[in-house]
């Protein structure tokens, strides 16, 4: 997964991961009226005249581009993934790297909330503080919400839920390696996980995230020896430049010979 910066060449890739996606999504939750509004609002000028003054990002997998963001101060626009490629973590991708390229000069973020999306921003800790209505050409109305984010609460920052994580590093006491695949899960401030793969057979983790976004686990799984083992970890995440997640982590055997260890895991 790779975040760049969008440039002129790229217009008509952004337009048409943005078309696709309102024609495809938006019919279901709006009116043919608002999904044209949608679709003339994104024009090749509008556009245009974000690529050129820098607001405009690309995600790519291996080197496809998947989704785009628009970055226009503190508020974060213009957010589509293509739709065969969604619930894949690629749009939470996005949010977390809009936030935290925002955080660098703000403590709070805004963005405007179309329906599909509202649900998926509420469980990221976004608040409604307005909301609109357009009334469009053939009379249909366009209803979407205004909503904020306070960056300078660190448990609001960071949500481990569709997250999917694997081995980097790891101690040589420890049964996990680079094809052990993580898949978390966060409610409120509860935090569960499957991982599966490499030597291990079957595994699941459960614990809680601190306000700091920082993980204290216990994790057990059973390994292809047959061995049944039990462990707790503390977790402390780290937002890299490109808006994914790693995860260093200090480890203790509860059975066994009881050593510690420590690993590093990153986001797919």
Known sequence: MNIRQAIKIDLNTIKNITYETIQTIYPHYYPNGAVDFFIQHHSDENISADIDSGKVFILEIDKKAVGTVTINGIEICRLFVLPHCQGKGYGGALIDFSENYISKNSKKVQLDASLPAKGIYLKRGYKEIESHSILTQNGDY????????????????????????????????????????????????????????????????????????????????INKQGQQRIGKCHSVPQVLENGKLELREEWQWLNGDNSRGSSIIVEL
């Open 142 to 221: 366009l209803y979407y919400d205004v909503m904020e984010k306070n960056l300078n609460l660190p448990s609001m920052m960071l949500n481990y839920d569709g997250k999917t994580f694997i081995p980097k590093i790891n101690t040589e006491n420890g049964e996990v390696d680079n094809k052990t695949i993580f898949n978390y899960h966060q409610n409120e401030n509860v935090v569960w996980a499957e991982y599966i793969g490499g030597d291990i057979i079957r595994g699941n983790i459960i614990g809680t995230v601190s306000e700091k976004g920082v993980l204290d686990f216990y994790y057990q799984h």
